[in-house]
């Protein structure tokens, strides 16, 4: 009898280790296969809402009743904040609103987060004890346990992806595996969404940048070539002074053409750091003056004061000239209907200053005038 139950127990211990095995076998199976289906999702440029799924699957693969992804942003009153980007409950009678919370609210785990290192807890009391300082935003949705890893974009924290349940429990090396590599995944992932939004947002720089400059130049050049057509075909239908009119139409607005072409060249050589400035002495006042009598008539109509003190700068005057006439032209385009210039030494400076009584830049604008 007593090796009755000896060879019982052995069994029944043997049959615990088998379903621990299997248990353990079934779950590396489940994680390995949910890491690989998060791979695809996160791939696909086809799919809605890949973050959501991937979420979704990792919530599944550690057996979580919630699973979260929070990015870092600075915010101007309360310093750097985690916004909530998706967040999933298993119960969604227990789900609660996420909120954006400062990192400042828990010192300990923000700490970690940008270090690049984890928080795993195994329990609430445990979370108590190693960021004693922590408020939890969520309320009656607190959570006992958590796995949370820091997602890194270019070297940097720049947000968490987490999974917890809401009874104590210990995350074993398989689930932090799983969550490192969820976390890796979607550093990647945002890296590119990143990049794919920035080159989105070239190309359409450029196609408003080519729009533009084919409408500036389209006005000028329409005028030289009709002018040009009508003097060389009906040359004596004009007389001496509409000639020398058609003729001066005809400089001002190649000129004009030339400047918007100086603009584009010194714009690449800018993007490529070959720009060369020379500096020589000049006239400020006369390249001013230059600049006027070269403006169109429709621009030059709204110049209505014009005071132009003899000044002597050191400069390049190529380049001055095109500041001189784009101050003049954005006054026209963006300002009033009243425009004035003055030129005037000052100590061992001169002042240009092109001003009209339009509304001016919005405060809220002023830091992005000089960015490309």
């Not at 309360?78 to 967040?87: G, K, M, T």
């Not at 040009?228 to 607005?253: H, K, P, T």
Request: hydrophobic share 40%; proline share 4%.
């Amino acid at each position: 009898k007593a090796e009755m139950i000896a060879n019982a127990w052995r069994r029944e211990r043997q049959t615990g280790a088998l379903v621990e095995i299997l248990q353990s076998r079934e779950l590396a199976m489940r994680q390995q296969m949910a890491l690989t289906e998060g791979t695809q999702l996160l791939l696909s440029r086809d799919l809605e809402s890949p973050l959501n799924r991937t979420l979704n699957l990792v919530m599944s693969a550690l057996d979580g009743d919630a699973a979260y992804i929070e990015l870092f942003e600075t915010d101007a009153e309360l310093s750097v904040v985690s916004r909530p980007i998706e967040h999933l409950y298993r119960d969604a009678s227990r789900a609660v609103d996420s909120v954006t919370w400062p990192l400042s609210w828990s010192p300990v785990a923000a700490e970690r987060y940008l270090a690049g290192l984890p928080n795993v807890l195994s329990s609430e009391a445990e979370e108590a004890d190693s960021d004693p300082d922590r408020i939890e935003p969520y309320g009656t949705a607190s959570l006992a346990a958590e796995c949370n890893y820091p997602i890194i974009s270019k070297g940097e924290a720049i947000g968490f992806v987490g999974v917890g349940t809401f009874e104590p429990r210990q995350w074993i090396e398989a689930d932090r595996s799983v969550m490192r590599s969820f976390s890796l995944m979607l550093g990647a992932y945002l890296e590119r969404e990143q990049a794919m939004q920035e080159l989105a947002d070239l190309v359409e720089a450029k196609d408003r940048f080519i729009g533009s400059v084919s409408h500036e130049l389209r006005t000028p050049l329409a005028v030289v070539v009709g002018l040009a057509a009508e003097l060389e075909d009906n040359a004596d239908a004009f007389s001496v002074e509409e000639r020398d009119e058609f003729l001066g139409m005809i400089r001002r607005q190649s000129t004009e053409v030339s400047d918007i072409i100086d603009d584009l060249l010194v714009s690449t050589r800018i993007s490529e750091t070959e720009l060369t400035v020379i500096s020589e002495p000049f006239r400020l006042d006369e390249l001013v003056a230059g600049v006027l009598r070269d403006l169109p008539l429709d621009i030059a109509a709204q110049v209505s004061t014009v005071q132009l003190t003899a000044t002597r700068v050191e400069a390049d005057p190529l380049r001055t000239r095109q500041i001189v006439r784009n101050l003049i032209t954005n006054a026209d385009r963006y300002g009033g209907d009243r425009i004035e210039i003055t030129v005037n030494p000052s100590e061992d400076r001169a002042v240009l200053a092109v001003a009209d009584n339009g509304p001016g830049v919005p405060k809220e604008r002023r830091e992005a005038i000089f960015e490309a």
